[in-house]
């Protein structure tokens, strides 16, 4: 129903002359929900004996922005079907307005248009990634150390039952997976070793093999790949999404660092675990060994460990353990860093923790690398 002193929109069609469509206009054109559409006008421009179009609007009331969508609309269904477009017949203001719209075209060349980057400009965009990202990772670690250094003053904004409860998240409850890995990882060892070794019938040294690979190199790099695939990549989504949850803009508000509350408890139970972490897999990894040795070898158990006794050296075992801690810094230093760096959707979350995973490994294995490197250097 109508409200009162408003009369209904209206379109109607008629021929006037052969070839001549007439568009009838009336009413109050200002109800938007109720307005008439123009495809009845689409299905008579179809007819190929039209060759103009215009209107009639002496019974045209009020009308809005609303008429001229449809009487574009209409110019823009003439164009296509080349049919004259006449516009005389419209009210004066509506026609001055239609006759505006039309008046400058778009130009071609003004879009704009995309430009593949040169290899020279990926290459600069590449560089600055990496500056901005080493100089983040830098600051990020001056503020762990002088987190640290107010922990040790006492002065830490640092709650102790958390970084128990990251303990047991990424000590006991990591020991299957580490177990798993580094048992499988001593199997292969001794596989390849015993290979190489039967060649020559030295396969006794399988257990000074497996033994020193796995307490110098192995344990190590492999405990912290699974803890920074595992714990790191739990940091970054943990911290990701408190900062989507604006939960640490949160801890700013109410004056506590987030980088004491939340990054320094996972720091340390990183560094405290790992290092019994690194034990656990060096024993496992020479389990396994041990396992292939004396059942497909026949190396004799006790021949086995005494090999392994006398191959292991103070120095490779604790070298193996301080490499273990270092890398679990570089496993919460990544997951943090890569979670408070999260954007603020979901979709950011899931990028942060790929990238705390990437960066983390690649990270492990540049850095024992540069170890193998200084060790060597050092005769250790």
């Avoid at 008439?36 to 008579?44: D, M, N, W």
């Avoid at 003439?78 to 075209?105: D, Y």
């Avoid at 299957?176 to 001593?186: C, D, E, K």
Wanted: net charge negative.
């Amino acid at each position: 129903m109508s409200q009162e002193g408003h009369t209904p929109p209206r379109l109607a069609l008629r021929h006037k002359d052969p070839g001549v469509l007439v568009v009838e206009i009336a009413g109050d054109w200002l109800d938007r929900t109720g307005l008439p559409g123009v495809s009845e006008v689409e299905k008579e421009l179809a007819d190929d004996g039209l060759k103009a179009l215009e209107f009639e609007a002496k019974d045209l009331g009020r009308w809005d922005s609303a008429l001229m969508v449809r009487i574009l609309a209409v110019h823009d269904l003439c164009a296509k079907a080349n049919v004259e477009f006449r516009a005389q017949t419209l009210p004066k203001g509506l026609a001055k307005l239609i006759a505006l719209s039309q008046a400058v075209p778009e130009k071609s060349d003004t879009a704009r248009k995309e430009v593949a980057p040169s290899f020279l400009e990926r290459v600069g965009e590449s560089g600055l990634a990496t500056w901005t990202g080493g100089e983040a990772m830098l600051s990020f670690i001056g503020e762990s150390v002088l987190a640290l250094l107010k922990l040790v003053r006492g002065q830490a904004q640092f709650r102790w039952r958390d970084m128990v409860e990251v303990m047991q998240s990424c000590g006991p409850q990591a020991l299957g997976i580490v177990a798993l890995i580094n048992f499988l990882i001593g199997l292969i060892l001794a596989f390849v070793g015993a290979t190489e070794l039967a060649r020559f019938g030295a396969s006794i040294y399988t257990a000074d093999l497996v033994a020193v690979a796995a307490v110098r190199e192995m344990g190590c790099i492999m405990t912290g790949i699974i803890l920074c695939g595992r714990t790191g990549a739990a940091f970054a989504a943990q911290l990701g999404t408190m900062k989507v949850n604006q939960e640490i803009e949160a801890f700013q508000t109410f004056g506590i660092s987030p980088f004491e509350f939340l990054v320094l408890p996972r720091m340390l139970a990183l560094i405290l675990m790992m290092p019994l972490l690194c034990v656990f897999a060096d024993l496992i990894g020479i389990a396994g060994g041990f396992l292939v040795s004396t059942l497909m070898l026949n190396v004799a158990p006790t021949v086995y460990l005494n090999r392994t006794v006398e191959s292991i050296h103070l120095s490779s075992f604790l070298l193996g353990v301080f490499k273990g801690s270092f890398f679990g810094v570089i496993v919460a230093l990544t997951g943090c860093l890569r979670g408070l760096q999260c954007g603020t959707n979901a979709a950011a979350v899931g990028l942060a923790t790929t990238s705390a995973v990437v960066t983390g490994i690649t990270w492990i294995i540049a850095s024992d690398g540069i170890f193998a490197v200084i060790c060597s250097a050092l005769h250790i």
